[in-house]
């Protein structure tokens, strides 16, 4: 399949006359996995939900391959696995999973632990990191072509995090993948490239030694 580019700019968000993001560029092509680093309330999760298209803005431009995007979620063009759970409790998670996954990858997604241990319990049968888990399998697991990912990692074991990882960079050889969590061991180790969300701005990181000198890691 042919390499795809998901570019956003331009985007002015503010809430109560604050301005929480102004001076935003972010690409990510298929094939690469695109980690976004940044303080608590620096506008992560707001940047992933606009891209995404489920939450408004003063303005923004989402582009994939030169195409304006005006909502992601159309088409299945970028799925989003918000910060807090989404999966609705008391239906279960066979039942849940069937149209959630991209038909092509369905025998991939149902060889996977966690779904073979867990399809037949409802969302409330499972413990905080195993619903996490199933959740964020899901997503990366989807038809979209863009996976944004918010907080994966927080909820979950070390040794979990580590094949969600494994699966992160299979998945990235056909889709383009954007994290984001404060495990941020976890996200330069998966990531191609990190980008560094700091006063409404988005910088590109060379090393961590970047993420001192922006004061999101402190010198030891
Ligand atoms: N609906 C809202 N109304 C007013 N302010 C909001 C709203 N949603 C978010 N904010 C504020 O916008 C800022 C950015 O929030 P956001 O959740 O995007 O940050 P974040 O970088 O994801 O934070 P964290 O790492 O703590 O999850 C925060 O200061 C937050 O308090």
Redesign the pocket.
């Given at each position: 399949m042919p390499s795809q580019t998901l570019k956003v700019d331009s985007v002015q968000l503010e809430?109560?006359g604050r301005k929480?993001l102004q001076d935003i560029y972010l690409d990510c092509s298929t094939g690469e996995v695109v980690g976004l680093l940044?303080?608590?309330?620096?506008?992560?999760?707001?940047?992933l939900r606009i891209i995404f298209g489920s939450l408004s803005c003063g303005y923004k431009h989402v582009s994939i391959n030169g195409q304006h995007i005006i909502k992601g979620y159309h088409n299945n063009r970028i799925a989003y696995l918000p910060?807090h759970n989404y999966l609705p409790s008391g239906i279960k998670i066979q039942k849940l999973a069937k149209p959630f996954i991209d038909p092509l990858l369905w025998s991939d997604f149902n060889d996977q632990p966690a779904y073979q241990q867990h399809q037949h319990k409802t969302v409330g049968q499972l413990s905080g990191g195993e619903l996490r888990q199933l959740e964020t399998l899901m997503i990366v697991y989807s038809c979209a072509d863009f996976i944004l990912l918010d907080e994966p990692f927080t909820h979950i074991s070390p040794v979990q995090a580590d094949d969600l990882k494994i699966m992160m960079e299979k998945s990235a050889k056909t889709k383009g993948i954007i994290v984001t969590d404060?495990q941020y061991y976890n996200v330069l180790d998966v990531s191609d490239r990190i980008i560094l969300?700091n006063n409404g701005c988005t910088r590109p990181v060379k090393d961590a030694a970047d993420l001192v000198t922006y004061n999101y890691l402190n010198k030891k």
């Open positions: 809430f109560d929480i940044g303080r608590n309330g620096c506008g992560k999760s707001s940047l910060q404060h969300l």
